[in-house]
Nanobody, 122 residues
């Protein structure tokens, strides 16, 4: 059974940093597309960052230069390093995985975590 378990969320002041983790159980994600999404109540889910099977990252314009997505293949864990956080980064953050090698805008993602809350105070 595939499970994605996020951790690392919390409350932080604007300008601070957090590092989210997503532990993957049930399969080895190496070689597959993985992503971080976020959502706030009443808004559409936003794709924050993706990482292809070969490690190529991609970022939403809103987080480019501040967030870094990475994989720890030895621990089967996905990370999202978030620096220079802003109040508008406040959201529930989800990791997701797909069987595709390359992440694309239309990727539907087969598996999702339960989410971890990030709150940034001004």
């Amino acid at each position: 059974q595939v499970q994605l378990v996020e951790s690392g969320g919390g409350s932080v002041q604007a300008g601070g940093s957090l590092r989210l983790s997503c532990a993957v159980f049930g399969y080895t994600y190496r070689g597959y597309c993985m992503a971080w999404f976020r959502q706030t109540p009443g808004k559409e889910r936003e794709r924050v960052a993706t990482i292809d099977g070969d490690g190529r990252p991609s970022y939403a314009d809103s987080v480019k230069g501040r967030f870094t997505i990475s994989k720890d293949n030895a621990k089967n864990t996905l990370h999202l390093q978030m620096n220079s956080l802003k109040p508008e980064d406040t959201a529930m953050y989800y990791c997701a995985s797909d069987w595709a090698f390359r992440c694309r805008p239309e990727t539907s993602y087969n598996y999702w975590g339960q989410g971890t809350q990030v709150t940034v105070a001004s």
